[in-house]
Nanobody
Framework: QGQLVETGGGSVQAGGSLRLSCVAS????????MAWFRQGAGKEREGIAA????????FYSDSVKGRFTISRDQTQTIMYLQVNGLKPEDTATYFC?????????????????WGQGTQVTVSS
């Protein structure tokens, strides 16, 4: 059973940046897909970035493409999300997910394990 712990959230002004981290225990990252999701108040959970397999193929939602960058450090089994150019609409709880079992990389229903989330709040 793997374990995921997110850190790095916080409160920033519009245009600011953060780096979110997801420490992944019990996984071999190059064998699985991992992803970042977010859920704002009253909104559905949204898949925003994923990184998969040995090649580290990446996938992004249109809402974050060009502003957010997903990466992983396999030595330390950490996945990162660099978030730049933050907007108030990026305010949400950000979750990491691991071990895609079904569906596509940005669909939440297929992931086996989830972290507890880290809050990102962007003020205008």
């Amino acid at each position: 059973q793997g374990q995921l712990v997110e850190t790095g959230g916080g409160s920033v002004q519009a245009g600011g940046s953060l780096r979110l981290s997801c420490v992944a225990s019990g996984y071999t990252l190059e064998r699985i897909c991992m992803a970042w999701f977010r859920q704002g108040a009253g909104k559905e959970r949204e898949g925003i970035a994923a990184i998969c397999g040995r090649g580290g193929n990446t996938f992004y939602s249109d809402s974050v493409k060009g502003r957010f960058t997903i990466s992983r450090d396999q030595t330390q089994t950490i996945m990162y999300l660099q978030v730049n150019g933050l907007k108030p609409e990026d305010t949400a709880t950000y979750f990491c997910a691991a071990d895609l079992r079904a569906g596509t990389a940005l669909e939440s229903h297929g992931y086996k394990d989830w972290g507890q989330g880290t809050q990102v709040t962007v003020s205008s």
